[in-house]
């Protein structure tokens, strides 16, 4: 994800959740984006953002860099183990939806919708939509409940 594509998620135009204290970059490095301007966010490639990161990191005081690292630790474990449990829910979910229609495949000789067939790849393809908590580039899953992104972003028949 490029930072062109975080100001995407980030814009008015419909992403739930707010702004992250911190990013995860291809790498699984964390960036502390809490003293960027937008315009830095907005201009600057991930790349170049993990850079400056890194400088503005250096230029703490020994004590307060150990502070800010631990911080961000922290937040990345928090924020991963959250995603990680409701990616469970999601899946549990999705495995039984895709349980009922699953007798469908057990009756020899029985001819199936392609509206079936689509709705059950899309269900084994949902989990896969979600980058970093993040459904479909626009709504971060710990930004909704559980009967939200159930009612309004799972797939439906």
């Known amino acids: 994800m490029n930072i062109q594509e975080l100001q995407e998620l980030q814009d008015f135009q419909g992403f739930k959740g707010p702004?992250?204290?911190?990013?995860?970059?291809?790498?699984?490095?964390?960036?502390d984006v809490r003293n960027f301007t937008l315009e830095e966010l907005n201009n600057t490639t991930m790349e170049d953002l993990q850079i400056k990161h890194n400088k503005?990191?250096?230029?703490?005081?020994?004590?307060?860099?150990?502070?800010?690292?631990?911080?961000?630790?922290?937040?990345?474990?928090g924020i991963i183990k959250s995603v990680?449990?409701?990616?469970?829910?999601?899946?549990?979910?999705?495995?039984?939806?895709?349980a009922k229609s699953d007798y469908m495949f057990l009756?020899?000789?029985?001819?199936?919708?392609?509206?079936?067939?689509?709705?059950r790849q899309e269900l084994?393809?949902?989990?896969?939509?979600?980058?970093?908590?993040?459904?479909?580039?626009?709504?971060?899953?710990?930004?909704?409940?559980?009967?939200?992104?159930?009612?309004?972003y799972f797939p439906k028949i």
């Open 56 to 77: 503005q990191m250096a230029l703490l005081s020994d004590e307060d860099r150990q502070r800010r690292e631990k911080e961000i630790e922290f937040a990345k474990k």
């Open 107 to 119: 009756v020899p000789d029985v001819v199936i919708d392609d509206k079936i067939i689509k709705y």
């Open 124 to 152: 084994r393809d949902f989990p896969n939509k979600i980058v970093n908590g993040i459904y479909d580039k626009r709504v971060h899953i710990l930004a909704i409940t559980n009967d939200d992104l159930i009612s309004s």
């Open 19 to 31: 702004p992250p204290n911190i990013l995860f970059t291809n790498s699984s490095n964390v960036i």
């Open 84 to 98: 990680n449990e409701k990616l469970a829910i999601i899946r549990a979910k999705r495995d039984e939806l895709l």
